[in-house]
């Protein structure tokens, strides 16, 4: 083992041995070099007459770009697109980033969190994480609604194995008792991985206080039992709450709870900010103490050195300046209503009489999603069937659910939309599918 990662787990081991534990092998081996970019780092700060060190071109002290892009950039200057960004990421980027989660989340103001860490979008940030946390046969607990590439980053890549809890309850409510099962079912193994996506992807729910307090106990009696708990927070869909649920992460309130449980918040710009292809997106931590979290970041730097190199300069650059825009939360509010309407709009044409005998709905108060429970018809014919016949697309989950993204239908065509599902349910009662 390289002696920069020995220091490293030797500090975690030190500050809390549940952490160390909880790291894969793959993590328990992770350690930024000091090669070229730690050397160059030095050099940008006291190489006064020559910087010969990153392999990038200069012409007269400035990055060399092509003048037909610069063109299209003039607002930046070349500096904040062409050199390469830090593993980490730009640290202006990342301060204001962190400034945003401190605003947006009141539970955080008194909790030890580290600086945003600047991924290539939130699947990057997923797989990180999945790579420093999990090793074979980990169990992983998620919902039964979950994003389908949770398969890919956790059980292809990882060979974690997806543990499953019904998502809601008889009463439509968050399955607080089958979530509490589910993680108390790790005692033997002392280990456990919980993903929780909220808004959730693929039904768009956000859980109510008394929820996330009954998610909060189940945590903290699994801690108790001597189990160790990295839960990792995906909040790509953060922010767009549309009824009174939480109105914030649950990073917040359960960072720092417990010794055994690693608390990580992945989210990004991409969804929340609607700059999906700018692929910018965060790892942060939280921990008891400072030094927990600078040895967690040294691995993580280390691990996207290893992968990506580092993330897109420009589009941290293009974020950075949309933050600090006075025109930001102007608009961030205006798409925010924009959104908001279209879910009220769902709301109000999926509960209609003539489609009861169609389809149920999950409860959904928030994100970019809804889902069908179809009542007689198969999701994967009926997607088929609308494709086909109507050009409309939708996502088959299983054979009953049906993802409608009311985030991409505007608003006045969202009826239409829905009595074409209607019709293309008909259509297959018809022919006895």
């Known amino acids: ?51 010969a060190t990153i392999g990038i071109a200069t012409d007269k002290k400035h990055p060399m770009h092509f003048k037909h892009i610069q063109k299209n950039l003039n607002d930046y200057s070349p ?17 204001e980033w962190k400034k945003k989660l401190l605003r947006e989340n009141p539970s955080l103001q008194s909790k030890t969190m580290g600086d945003p860490i600047v991924t290539n979008a939130l699947t990057h940030g997923l797989s990180t ?22 398969q890919t980053i956790f059980h292809i890549r990882r060979g974690g194995v997806l543990k499953t809890f019904p998502l809601f309850n008889e009463d439509d ?50 801690a108790n039992a001597g189990i160790n708990i990295v839960l990792i927070l995906d909040d790509a869909y953060f922010g767009l709450f549309y009824e009174n649920s939480i109105q914030e992460s649950l990073f917040g309130k359960i960072a720092g709870l417990h010794p055994r449980i690693l608390t990580i918040k ?58 600090q825009s006075s025109e930001f939360e102007k608009e961030k509010l ?48 009926l997607r088929i069937h609308l494709l086909n016949e109507y050009g409309v697309g939708t996502v088959s989950i299983n054979s009953t659910d049906l993802r409608i993204a009311f985030s991409s239908v505007e608003e006045e065509y969202l009826e239409e939309l829905f009595e074409f599902i209607h019709q293309g349910i008909q259509d297959l009662l018809k022919e006895g599918v």
């Open 334 to 381: 205006e798409k925010y209503n924009v959104m908001k309407k279209r879910a009220k709009r769902v709301k109000e044409i999926v509960r209609r009489e003539r489609y009861k005998r169609s389809w149920n709905f999950y409860p959904f108060n928030s994100g970019y999603f809804m889902c069908l429970k179809l009542l007689k018809v198969n999701a994967e014919e």
């Open 173 to 222: 409510e968050f399955h607080i008792s089958a979530f509490r099962q589910c993680v108390m079912g790790q005692k033997d193994s002392g280990k456990a991985v919980v993903v929780l996506n909220f808004p959730n992807n693929p039904t768009g729910y956000t859980p109510y206080g008394r929820e996330v307090e009954g998610i909060i106990s189940a945590l903290l009696e699994g």
């Open 129 to 150: 994480t999945a790579d420093m946390f999990v090793d074979q046969n980990d169990s992983i607990i998620v919902p039964d609604k979950y994003w389908g590439n949770y």
């Open 266 to 323: 992945i989210d990004g710009a991409t969804k929340e900010n609607y700059v999906w292809g700018l692929r910018v997106g965060f790892i942060t931590f939280a921990a008891e103490n400072k030094t927990i979290l600078e040895a967690l970041e040294q691995k993580t730097k280390g691990l996207i050195r290893g992968t990506i190199s580092s993330s897109s300069h420009l589009s941290q650059t293009i974020i950075l300046h949309s933050l």
């Open 79 to 95: 500096e904040d697109i062409y050199p390469y960004a830090p593993p980490s990421g730009k640290q202006k980027l990342r301060n």
């Open 1 to 51: 083992m390289n002696e920069i990662a020995r220091q490293l787990n030797e500090t975690i081991l030190k500050y809390n041995p549940n952490v160390y534990q909880m790291l894969s092998e793959l993590g328990r081996n992770l350690y930024y070099p000091k090669g070229i970019l730690s050397q160059s780092a030095e050099a940008s700060k006291l190489a006064t007459r020559f910087n």
